[in-house]
């Protein structure tokens, strides 16, 4: 299957895992979102890694734009998968092992490494979180709820997507 067809039902599918499965698990806290489990942004992960970075920044906008339209959220979504299409290649050029990466891969655990896939998804996740909690909230004075926000919807958002790779683990 070529690779834009894997990419495209991926895409699809991650959206409708998002919208109708994950949305509906998290803890409030006062009418307050404190736990959140995002498990799309593995499609922006997932991405081959010679992807255009305008390309790549494009496509982390759309998808965080179709989840912002599930979600009614205000664009919120699109910031922070946004954020992650741009800092992916450096995110990835810092990860680089010493023989460099094959050509044209996807970053799956079976294409590198479990290690190296596990601690990619995690700074990506953590970043995720960190700023789909910084634009959400949006007030310094509750920087300790970020904090606290951003580390537990990490954790838990980390643990399903590295599940996921192993339940699944795509191959190419």
């Given at each position: 299957?070529?690779?834009?067809?894997?990419?495209?039902?991926?895409f699809?599918?991650?959206?409708?895992?998002?919208?109708?499965i994950?949305?509906?698990?998290?803890?409030?806290?006062n009418?307050?979102?404190?736990?959140?489990?995002?498990?799309?942004?593995?499609?922006?992960?997932?991405?081959?890694?010679?992807?255009?970075?305008?390309?790549?920044?494009?496509?982390?906008?759309?998808?965080?734009?179709?989840?912002?339209?599930?979600?009614?959220?205000?664009?919120?979504?699109?910031?922070?998968?946004?954020?992650?299409?741009?800092?992916?290649?450096?995110?990835?050029?810092?990860?680089?092992?010493?023989?460099?990466?094959?050509?044209?891969?996807?970053?799956?655990?079976?294409?590198?490494?479990?290690?190296?896939?596990?601690?990619?998804?995690?700074?990506?996740i953590?970043?995720?979180?960190?700023?789909?909690?910084?634009?959400?909230?949006?007030?310094?004075?509750?920087?300790h709820?970020?904090?606290?926000?951003?580390?537990?919807?990490?954790?838990?958002?980390?643990?399903?997507?590295?599940?996921?790779?192993?339940?699944?683990?795509?191959?190419?």
């Amino acid at each position: 299957m070529s690779i834009y067809r894997v990419n495209i039902i991926r895409f699809i599918l991650l959206i409708f895992a998002q919208v109708f499965i994950f949305n509906f698990f998290g803890i409030k806290w006062n009418a307050v979102p404190f736990i959140e489990i995002y498990i799309f942004p593995l499609f922006i992960l997932l991405l081959p890694l010679r992807t255009p970075k305008n390309a790549l920044i494009l496509i982390s906008f759309l998808m965080g734009l179709v989840i912002d339209i599930f979600n009614n959220s205000p664009g919120v979504n699109a910031g922070a998968a946004t954020l992650i299409g741009f800092i992916r290649p450096y995110v990835i050029y810092y990860l680089q092992p010493r023989g460099g990466y094959k050509v044209n891969i996807s970053p799956t655990i079976s294409s590198i490494t479990f290690r190296w896939f596990a601690s990619y998804a995690a700074i990506m996740i953590l970043v995720y979180c960190f700023t789909i909690s910084l634009l959400d909230i949006f007030q310094f004075k509750l920087f300790h709820y970020i904090l606290l926000r951003t580390f537990l919807s990490g954790l838990v958002s980390y643990v399903i997507v590295m599940i996921t790779m192993i339940v699944f683990n795509p191959v190419e």
